[in-house]
């Protein structure tokens, strides 16, 4: 299928197939940037780091994970985390048990209290991109990128 649509990108006037998607590359990575950096602008004067908040955020979608599978996860080293999970214990954001298969390591869970921040960061910057949404996108635009979410998400757990 991909040499079909290689071959149609390639007649006369049309661009090739790798000039496209690189040219899409651009434009998404753009408009991530753009649209995270803002995001980052409505987040309120919240005491969650962007770490602290992606970790929660892991937690609250895969279920209790050690500290090595978090690491990976968020694609840093171990230790990087050492600091970011200490601070969300001694808060009570994410509590530490043994774990049931392997008692030599932990596992984290997010608690009550830690759902309630990750929920108030969530509520906050989707309402404004929910008003950001119906100001400036049609009923359509508004379809493709819900459409877009779960493809995006895709891409970024991508290891091609």
Same mark, same amino acid.
């Given at each position: 299928?991909?040499?079909?649509?290689?071959?149609?990108?390639?007649?006369?006037?049309?661009?090739?197939?790798?000039?496209?998607?690189?040219?899409?590359?651009?434009?998404? #990575?753009?408009?991530?940037?753009?649209?995270? @950096? =803002?995001?980052? &602008?409505?987040?309120? +004067?919240?005491?969650?780091? *962007? /770490?602290?908040?992606?970790?929660?955020?892991?937690?609250?979608?895969?279920?209790?994970?050690?500290?090595?599978?978090?690491?990976?996860?968020?694609?840093?080293?171990?230790?990087s985390l050492t600091r970011?999970?200490?601070?969300?214990?001694?808060?009570?954001?994410?509590? #530490?048990?043994?774990?049931?298969?392997?008692? @030599? =390591?932990?596992? &984290?869970?997010?608690? +009550?209290?830690?759902?309630? *921040? /990750?929920?108030?960061?969530?509520?906050?910057?989707?309402?404004?991109?929910?008003?950001?949404?119906?100001?400036?996108?049609?009923?359509?635009?508004?379809?493709?990128?819900?459409?877009?979410?779960?493809?995006?998400?895709?891409?970024?757990?991508?290891?091609?």
């Open positions: 299928m991909e040499e079909a649509e290689d071959t149609k990108a390639q007649l006369p006037g049309a661009e090739p197939a790798h000039d496209t998607r690189a040219a899409a590359a651009t434009e998404i #990575r753009r408009g991530v940037i753009s649209l995270a @950096r =803002r995001l980052r &602008l409505e987040r309120s +004067e919240a005491d969650l780091t *962007a /770490l602290e908040l992606s970790t929660l955020g892991h937690l609250h979608r895969r279920g209790p994970l050690t500290p090595g599978e978090l690491a990976s996860t968020e694609r840093v080293q171990p230790q970011t999970l200490a601070a969300l214990e001694v808060a009570g954001r994410v509590s #530490r048990e043994a774990d049931p298969a392997d008692g @030599r =390591r932990s596992l &984290l869970a997010i608690t +009550e209290f830690g759902h309630a *921040a /990750l929920r108030a960061e969530m509520e906050q910057r989707d309402a404004w991109l929910s008003d950001a949404m119906s100001a400036e996108l049609s009923a359509t635009e508004i379809g493709l990128l819900r459409l877009a979410g779960p493809l995006l998400e895709r891409l970024a757990a991508a290891d091609p």
